[in-house]
Structures are given as C-alpha cells and as structure tokens.
C-alpha cells in the first residue's frame, strides 16, 4: 500500500474540528475511556483487584506525561461523583522504585478502593539495552504485577496503570497488548517499528482497517513534524487511541494539566537503592554513552569500509551501492524509502573534507591527489 501523507491544515483542523476530509472517527468525548476504566455499577470493589492497564506510545516532549496527567484528572473527578471514591496515584521512573515505596508506605493507600500508577520506565525508553539486576527485577514485576499489589494489602478494588514507552516494540510484552494502546505524535523511521505500530493499529484484516492503521500513524508523523518545526505544543493534544475492541479514532484532549498538580506522589528515582550509587542523570549519561558506543562503532565500520572500497580502485558509487554496503556490509536496517540522493548529499557536505586532508597529508607526509574523488563523488547511473 502507498504511504499515504497527511497535509498539515488537516492536522490543525483536527483541533476545531471544524472538517475531517478524511473517514476517522474525530472526538474531544472522554466516553470509550470512561467505559473502560469508570465501573458501572454502585461500588468500585468486587473482592480481588480490576487491573486496568493504559500503554502510552511517543518520543520525547510530545506530550505522555501531561496525557496521563489528563487521564488522572478525569478518573479522579469520576471515581468522587459517581462512588464518592477517593483515587490514590503515584509517579515515577521506575517499577522498581514505586514497589519499594508502596512497601514502605501502605499506610497511604491502605484504605483506598482505586490507585492509579504513571510508569515513565527509564528502562524502556529505547536507550537502554543492558540486562542487568534493576531491569530484571523490573521484568519480574511486570509480568505478574496484580498479584505483585495483592502482596502489598491492595487486594480489592481498580489498579489503574498508564505506562510510557518510547518505542512500541521495546515495551513489555504485558503492555504491548494493553486493551487500551494511546499513541501521541512520533516519527517512524525505523521501519520495524513503523510495521509494528501499524500491526497494532489494525482490528481485522479487512482493507479499511489497514487503510485506517495507516491514516492513523500518518497523522501521528505529520503531527510531529510540525511540533518539530512549527514549534507548536498545542498539536500534542492530538491523540491515536486504539481500543482492544475497535478500531483507532482521534482523541483530542480538551485540558493539558501540570502533573506536578495531579499526581499525590511523585516517587524519587533510584528510592529503591537497586541502581547502586547512582542518581537518575547518572543512569541516562550511562545509557546515553551506550547509544555513543553503538554510533562510534558504525563510524569506525563505515571507515573500514571506505578504505577497502579506495584500496579496491572504487571512488564513486551508485544509489544502489549505498544500499547494498548499508545493508550488508554494515548490517544496518533502513525503510526503502528513506534513503535518498539528497540524504546521500547532505551526509557528505556535512564531512569537513579541509581537516581530512591535513589529517592525510600529516598521516602520510604528502598530499593525495585521489581525493578530490571522497568531494567529487557523483550521482552514477543504476546498472545494477
């Protein structure tokens, strides 16, 4: 199917609604989540605990955390109107973290019939990839997380929990299959995850529900690309929700609270001590030097890969090279489309080609006729 690409007025009509060109359910209504998380009947309790589950998708800054906070908020103020309930719910960067609080604090919850947990998982954001004692245990946690409250006291009424993920395929499997999946605006270069998110997106194999699954991931692109280049935060408040029972609709928030304001505890990262001595900066400057590592290699790759193409006699090569090398040589994925002659070009503008050759000139004692070719490399025909 043809990628299908959604122009920006159609995005900023989304927020007045005032014309939807194109056939997706548009709704500023809080109704399907109300059914999924507000119980319809005189009391919240039924004697065991009503896990309810919220996975949220999205990068950096595009607005997860105020759309839990926005979540909470409305719970809240529906749990009191409806049962007189009071909601208890917490904050934090870690499962881990948030368990060993409650441990330590069951007074606060010990009389509550709802609590409500926003797990912004600092190891699930597509950073980290070790494997070590703190992800483990969170792992643990993750798959048998009911029966973890029960152990704490909270053993009879709704455990609400709204996780966020930065990459739909990184997140746990527990999550990855939520009733309820909430994608905010994100860029999907990556192809596998892009075919990821749309398999989530799809409720059937019928023609309209791919068609759907992709106008979907469509608008979350567009809509990104404008908070990235318009600057424009009000276009976080457009949402993809896709319902376990149906197909995705567009969820445009009508309030975007302070989760500072919303949230009763915001649990210290690292409260658990299992990070060692270690604070949250810490662990991102760790992960974030991991991500540094993997980049370093691919550099140190792509140059050995160069030598061996320039002691072979090849100085210039074609689009179809580029791919074949990427691919094979470097063991790099990519979508098909994303590599393109302007992308090739603006890569090799960006080499400071002055300082490689007074690195090769200091390197072998003269200058090097041949590499005008590194500056000259041309756009060569497919024979391939």
Known sequence: MKRIVIPESFIYSLLTGKSNSYDIK????FKVFEEYLIPPRDRPTRGFVD???????GFMAMGKTVFAAHVTKKVRRKLSRRFG???FSVMGKSIVDVVEFLKDNKDLYQDKEAMLLFLDDIFYQGLSTEKGKAKNKAEKYYSDIRHQFEKLGFNNGILYIIFAGQRLKLIPPFFRSSPMLIFKPLLTNDKYERQTIIEALQHDDTRLSKTLAELSIAILETAAKIIYTKWDDQIKSITIVKPGWDYPFIYIQDSAPNPKNVFDIVVPFNYSGIYGDENEEEVMRR????AKRLLLKLA???IAVGMELRDKGIYSLSK??????????????????LLSWNLIEESLSEINYERLKQFITHRVGKPIAQLAYIKRTTRTKNKE
């Open 26 to 29: 548009r709704t500023t209504s």
């Open 51 to 57: 896990l309810k589950p919220i996975t949220v998708v």
């Open 85 to 87: 309930t009071e909601l």
């Open 287 to 290: 992960i974030d030097e991991t």
């Open 300 to 302: 140190i790759k792509s």
């Open 320 to 337: 179809k090279g580029y791919e074949d090398i990427i691919r094979e040589a470097l063991k790099l994925p990519f979508g098909d489309k």
